[in-house]
């Protein structure tokens, strides 16, 4: 029986042969047949090469044998390439073996090495691979195939021979060749081992750059993110001209959420030896959105687009930054210019729907819209286009159109229903909203559908309905804070039950003591209750966490009836200069102050 540790072979070494599963038997056949007549030939392309940056180019073809092709012999290459196709690797193996025992070719040794490796047989595999070296010492995919057969051994002296003969003896750069060992030797198991053979390669390699930055790359796969971060270091010291060491160090640091130290770096090394670097600043650019720095990383795409403006990527990020800034101008103008010429078609379709919709052009937004066809953003953008269709009092076609969005999931399924009864509430068209609501409910129990209907049923003045299906959510899942919350803020501003509400919200702030609403519903259940400074602290702390026109109007209320009517001025001039449109600060500015 095999070793446990073989079995693991071909999950990094697929040295499948060809025949197995792609390749024509006859074809395979011809090309033995021109090394059997010992012309020079190219050296066959592997099906699956070890994964690295750059091939490694062997430039000196092996001495190849001069052999007679009987009749014999082309029939067991032709009886080994069917088997391989039937799946057959016994018949397929033993074949190759003894042809390559007889003939001594390197062809064939190659391909019986790659059928051994993927059928697992580690005796054959490791007899084929040592003859592959004897007779192509300059291939480096043999040496592969024995040192990772001596690692799994944990004979990790064997495995530098093979892996040095790669660095001193193979055609092709340093530089490829020990990324190339880097990325074979980071997909195996045995971290130690690892890290071991990597430190036994640099230790005569102190000043190679490339040597550095290969073990980083390996240390960095293994989780050894500061031993990565150091080796890194050292490389990028000996050559700061080199963008990759550079762009990995911050991608290490970005890992470990380590975001300030990176930026820190990156702004840094950009005024300095990488400063006309595209793919740093880039990154850059990328790293000050992700921490949301906004207006910061939208001049760092500004700068990217002018050193190449046909960069897709930098222009629709760029697009999005102003869309986030709200310069829907200059957001448009690079949309319409990538929908000219861009594969992103989708995403740029969507987008400018977004935009055609914030300004009530609802006509074009809908042609947008439409123009998605796939992506992320395809259900959202058929349910826009629905809504879009309704603001038209195209009602019937808004209902058309939703019911015939293709849907993937469950989830999709719930917002359907819920997008069609909103469609309807906004048209005050309530009884036909609930019914739709009724209908999905009496088919399956949903919270969130349930949910929806609560706070209809509270624009129609059904608070039984209300309280009822909000404590059928509670009852199910008693830890859901916005239900709690959403009952809590209905009975402290719809009835006189204070005390009962205020436990509710209470309920729903141990489980989210951050959440802006919940703060608010804990203010205004204090007004309610005659408590002016408790309210007062609450309604400022959720204004702090979020400027929101609802906290503001319960905010500038309290104010006003605390006696601070200036401030409580301020509070509704700031919001209303936000929000100008919310009808629940309109409706207390007019209460208070008309």
């Given at each position: 029986?095999l070793?446990a540790?073989?079995?693991?072979?071909s999950?990094?070494?697929?040295f499948?042969p060809?025949?197995v599963h792609?390749s024509v038997?006859?074809?395979?056949?011809?090309?033995i047949?021109?090394?059997?007549?010992?012309?020079?030939?190219?050296?066959?392309q592997?099906?699956a090469?070890?994964?690295?940056?750059e091939?490694?180019?062997?430039?000196v073809?092996?001495?190849?044998?001069n052999i007679?092709?009987t009749?014999?012999?082309?029939?067991?290459?032709?009886?080994?390439?069917?088997?391989?196709?039937?799946?057959?690797?016994?018949?397929?193996?033993?074949?190759?073996?003894?042809l390559?025992?007889?003939t001594?070719?390197?062809?064939?040794?190659?391909?019986a090495?790659r059928?051994?490796?993927?059928?697992?047989?580690?005796?054959?595999?490791?007899?084929?691979?040592n003859?592959?070296?004897?007779?192509?010492?300059r291939?480096?995919?043999p040496?592969?195939?024995?040192a990772?057969?001596a690692?799994?051994k944990?004979?990790?002296e064997t495995?530098?021979?093979?892996?040095?003969?790669?660095?001193?003896?193979?055609?092709?750069?340093m530089?490829q060749k020990?990324?190339?060992?880097a990325?074979?030797?980071?997909?195996e198991?045995d971290?130690?081992?690892?890290?071991?053979?990597?430190?036994?390669m640099?230790?005569?390699?102190?000043?190679s750059?490339a040597?550095?930055?290969?073990?980083?790359r390996?240390?960095?796969v293994?989780?050894?993110?500061?031993?990565?971060?150091?080796?890194?270091?050292?490389?990028?010291?000996?050559?700061?001209?080199?963008?990759?060491?550079?762009l990995?160090?911050?991608?290490?640091l970005?890992?470990?959420?380590?975001?300030?130290?990176?930026l820190?770096w990156?702004?840094?090394?950009?005024?300095?030896?990488l400063?006309?670097?595209?793919?740093l600043?880039?990154a850059?650019?990328?790293?000050?959105?992700?921490?949301r720095?906004?207006?910061d990383?939208?001049?760092q795409?500004?700068?990217l687009?002018?050193v190449?403006?046909?960069?897709?990527?930098?222009?629709?990020?760029?697009?999005?930054?102003y869309?986030q800034s709200?310069?829907?101008d200059d957001?448009?103008?690079?949309?319409?210019?990538?929908?000219?010429?861009?594969?992103?078609?989708?995403?740029?379709?969507?987008?400018?729907?977004?935009?055609?919709e914030d300004?009530?052009d609802?006509?074009k937004?809908?042609?947008?819209?439409?123009?998605?066809k796939?992506?992320q953003?395809?259900?959202?953008?058929?349910?826009?286009?629905?809504?879009?269709?309704a603001r038209?009092?195209?009602?019937?076609e808004?209902?058309?159109?939703l019911?015939s969005?293709?849907?993937?999931?469950?989830?999709e399924?719930?917002?359907l229903i819920q997008?069609e009864?909103?469609?309807?509430?906004?048209?005050k068209r309530?009884?036909?909203a609930?019914?739709i609501?009724?209908?999905?409910?009496?088919?399956?129990?949903?919270?969130?559908?349930?949910?929806?209907?609560?706070m209809?049923s509270?624009?129609?003045?059904r608070?039984?309905l209300?309280?009822?299906?909000?404590?059928s959510?509670?009852?199910k899942d008693?830890e859901?804070?916005?239900?709690l919350?959403?009952?809590?803020?209905?009975?402290?501003?719809?009835t006189?039950r204070?005390?009962?509400a205020?436990?509710?919200?209470d309920?729903?702030l141990?489980i989210?003591p951050?959440?802006?609403?919940?703060?608010?519903?804990?203010?205004?259940?204090?007004?309610?209750?005659?408590?002016?400074?408790?309210?007062?602290?609450?309604?400022r702390?959720?204004m702090?966490?979020?400027p929101?026109?609802?906290?503001?109007a319960?905010?500038?209320?309290?104010l006003?009836v605390?006696?601070?009517?200036k401030?409580?001025?301020?509070?509704?001039?700031?919001?209303?200069?936000?929000?100008?449109?919310?009808?629940?600060?309109q409706n207390?500015i007019?209460?208070?102050?008309?």
């Amino acid at each position: 029986m095999l070793g446990a540790n073989w079995k693991r072979v071909s999950k990094s070494l697929t040295f499948m042969p060809a025949g197995v599963h792609r390749s024509v038997p006859l074809a395979c056949a011809l090309l033995i047949l021109s090394a059997c007549s010992g012309s020079p030939a190219k050296p066959e392309q592997p099906v699956a090469e070890v994964a690295k940056p750059e091939p490694v180019v062997v430039s000196v073809e092996p001495v190849r044998p001069n052999i007679d092709l009987t009749g014999d012999m082309l029939t067991r290459i032709l009886e080994a390439e069917f088997a391989g196709q039937r799946g057959q690797l016994d018949t397929s193996l033993k074949n190759y073996l003894d042809l390559a025992r007889e003939t001594k070719d390197p062809k064939i040794i190659e391909r019986a090495t790659r059928i051994a490796v993927f059928a697992r047989d580690e005796a054959a595999a490791s007899e084929m691979a040592n003859m592959w070296v004897e007779l192509d010492p300059r291939n480096p995919d043999p040496h592969q195939v024995l040192a990772v057969m001596a690692i799994r051994k944990g004979d990790v002296e064997t495995a530098l021979v093979h892996l040095e003969s790669i660095l001193d003896y193979t055609e092709g750069e340093m530089d490829q060749k020990l990324l190339m060992i880097a990325s074979m030797l980071g997909r195996e198991a045995d971290k130690d081992l690892i890290l071991q053979v990597m430190e036994k390669m640099t230790a005569k390699r102190q000043d190679s750059p490339a040597a550095l930055y290969a073990y980083a790359r390996v240390a960095a796969v293994l989780g050894e993110y500061e031993r990565a971060l150091e080796l890194l270091t050292r490389s990028y010291s000996l050559d700061p001209k080199n963008s990759a060491v550079a762009l990995n160090y911050v991608s290490i640091l970005q890992r470990l959420d380590r975001f300030e130290e990176a930026l820190t770096w990156l702004e840094k090394t950009l005024k300095s030896d990488l400063e006309d670097d595209f793919d740093l600043r880039l990154a850059y650019a990328r790293l000050l959105a992700d921490v949301r720095r906004y207006d910061d990383a939208e001049k760092q795409f500004e700068i990217l687009t002018k050193v190449d403006p046909k960069n897709e990527d930098v222009s629709f990020a760029l697009a999005l930054l102003y869309l986030q800034s709200g310069k829907a101008d200059d957001a448009e103008k690079y949309l319409l210019r990538l929908d000219e010429q861009s594969n992103k078609s989708n995403e740029v379709n969507y987008y400018l729907g977004r935009i055609a919709e914030d300004r009530g052009d609802e006509a074009k937004a809908a042609v947008w819209f439409q123009g998605v066809k796939s992506g992320q953003n395809y259900f959202d953008a058929q349910v826009r286009m629905a809504m879009t269709l309704a603001r038209q009092d195209k009602v019937n076609e808004a209902r058309s159109q939703l019911q015939s969005i293709h849907i993937q999931n469950e989830r999709e399924a719930v917002l359907l229903i819920q997008a069609e009864a909103e469609l309807l509430v906004d048209l005050k068209r309530h009884e036909e909203a609930l019914q739709i609501y009724n209908t999905a409910l009496e088919k399956k129990y949903d919270p969130d559908l349930m949910y929806s209907r609560a706070m209809l049923s509270e624009k129609m003045n059904r608070l039984d309905l209300l309280e009822a299906d909000l404590r059928s959510i509670i009852e199910k899942d008693p830890e859901n804070a916005q239900a709690l919350n959403a009952l809590g803020y209905t009975l402290a501003d719809r009835t006189d039950r204070y005390s009962e509400a205020e436990q509710l919200i209470d309920q729903a702030l141990k489980i989210r003591p951050d959440d802006h609403f919940i703060l608010d519903s804990k203010g205004w259940v204090l007004y309610r209750q005659g408590k002016l400074e408790q309210a007062l602290d609450y309604l400022r702390r959720a204004m702090d966490l979020i400027p929101d026109s609802e906290i503001a109007a319960h905010l500038g209320e309290v104010l006003w009836v605390s006696g601070d009517k200036k401030e409580a001025k301020k509070v509704w001039a700031s919001a209303l200069k936000a929000t100008p449109d919310n009808t629940s600060l309109q409706n207390v500015i007019e209460k208070f102050n008309p």
